[in-house]
T-cell receptor
């Protein structure tokens, strides 16, 4: 397995446009996470999937954000009506089920809203 | 509150020097895990080490070692004989077990520059 992959790696969009990011986790992992990382900060939790069920969402995830994981495989994160404050690195991670298991992260999608 | 503090924003060392990265955490959970991740310029976070709250034994793994002290809520990470390839941002992370999934709380990171 080649690890967690994310697409695109970079996205520049105009304010007000919608964007969608894709994450392909490690195939055996049933847990999938999205994190957001702004410049000079550590990643912050956005949302979590166990298979296809979205079980937890952070208050950071406004109603302009939506995430899906159809069939418990890949996941998409959509941001509607982007704002400049959405500019960040969006990281996807996956893990096995189990207490304290480490997560494997993708290389992220860097979003710039102009 | 769940919080991780990495007071060192940036550290510069010369190759072959030892370097210690500091991490202080806050949690009310009695069961938790602590992690160190490395983020090279390519962007992905790479898992380095994990320690659970019931195991304060400090270990060495290759050039990496860690010092976990519950009494001071610290989880420091040391790289021995640093190499240029160690240059990256290092994140300490807390995973409390009060959630039904593995949620990370990351510190703000320490950028390590290893000069030849």
């Amino acid at each position: 397995d080649t690890g967690v992959s994310q697409d695109p790696r970079h996205k520049i969009t105009k304010r007000g446009q919608n964007v969608t990011f894709r994450c392909d986790p490690i195939s055996e992992h049933n847990r999938l996470y999205w994190y957001r990382q702004t410049l000079g900060q550590g990643p912050e939790f956005l949302t979590y999937f166990q298979n296809e069920a979205q079980l937890e969402k952070s208050r950071l995830l406004s109603d302009r954000f939506s995430a899906e994981r159809p069939k418990g495989s890949f996941s998409t994160l959509e941001i509607q009506r982007t704002e400049q404050g959405d500019s960040a690195m969006y990281l996807c991670a996956s893990s096995y089920e189990g207490e304290g298991t480490e997560a494997f992260f993708g290389q992220g999608t860097r979003l710039t809203v102009v | 509150a769940q919080k991780v503090t990495q007071a060192q924003t940036e550290i510069s060392v010369v190759e072959k020097e030892d370097v210690t990265l500091d991490c202080v955490y806050e949690t009310r959970d009695t069961t938790y895990y602590l992690f160190w991740y490395k983020q090279p310029p390519s962007g992905e976070l790479v898992f380095l080490i994990r320690r659970n709250s019931f195991d304060e034994q400090n270990e060495i793994s290759g050039r990496y070692s860690w010092n976990f002290q519950k009494s001071t809520s610290s989880f420091n990470f040391t790289i021995t004989a640093s190499q240029v390839v160690d240059s990256a941002v290092y994140f300490c992370a807390l995973m409390p077990q009060s959630y039904n999934f593995n949620k990370f709380y990351f510190g703000s990171g320490t950028k390590l520059n290893v000069k030849p």
